[in-house]
């Protein structure tokens, strides 16, 4: 049972073990966001040297319209339990990279209206496990206080229902509040 997942930016290996003597299920290793563009060769460097088998490892890529997602791909394949592709909005997305990674086990974001709308569609790929909001990308541009409670509580209760349609997990978003540790609860 996968209950908690720990974001830790692959630009920071300071913190990789301490990550993995934490209390979380998984790890999730970030070369999107959390890594500056000048530092995202490093971190995939980082990320190549490190080995955690205690835990399931997820490696949040860039997404496909950059430059470094295949190099993000070829890196964190051998090293991966599943890889988490941000921003999907189609079936090619998942295809371009399953034809890169034929075996790769995917967590999609969905951060955008249409990846929210075809949800279901995306998460019954045969290469995907599950399913997660980005709900700050998804709510930034488009006005939408993420912090109200009825707004993350309809777009979490689409995406799970996308998921069980499918028959793959649905995780929750990611929880940024570390000073509110009962939040996370």
Request: charged content about 20%; overall charge negative; aromatic content about 4%.
């Amino acid at each position: 049972m996968l209950r908690s997942k720990l974001f830790v930016p692959a630009s920071r290996p300071e913190l990789f073990e301490k990550a993995a003597a934490s209390a979380a299920d998984a790890l999730s290793f970030d070369l999107e966001d959390a890594v500056v563009e000048a530092q995202k060769a490093q971190a995939r460097q980082h990320l190549s040297q490190f080995s955690c088998t205690q835990k399931l490892v997820i490696v949040r890529i860039n997404g496909l319209s950059t430059v470094h997602w295949q190099a993000d791909l070829e890196t964190c394949c051998p090293m991966a339990d599943w890889v988490n592709l941000p921003k999907v909005e189609s079936l090619t997305d998942i295809e371009q990279v399953v034809a890169r990674a034929p075996t790769v086990k995917l967590l999609l974001t969905i951060e955008t209206p249409k990846g929210m709308r075809l949800a279901a569609s995306l998460a019954s790929h045969p290469n995907v496990v599950g399913i997660q909001a980005g709900l700050v990308d998804l709510f930034q541009g488009l006005g939408i206080d993420r912090r109200l409670n009825t707004v993350r509580e309809h777009i979490l209760l689409q995406l799970r229902l996308a998921a069980g349609e499918a028959g793959v997990l649905c995780l929750d978003a990611a929880y940024a509040d570390t000073k509110d540790p009962q939040g996370f609860d």
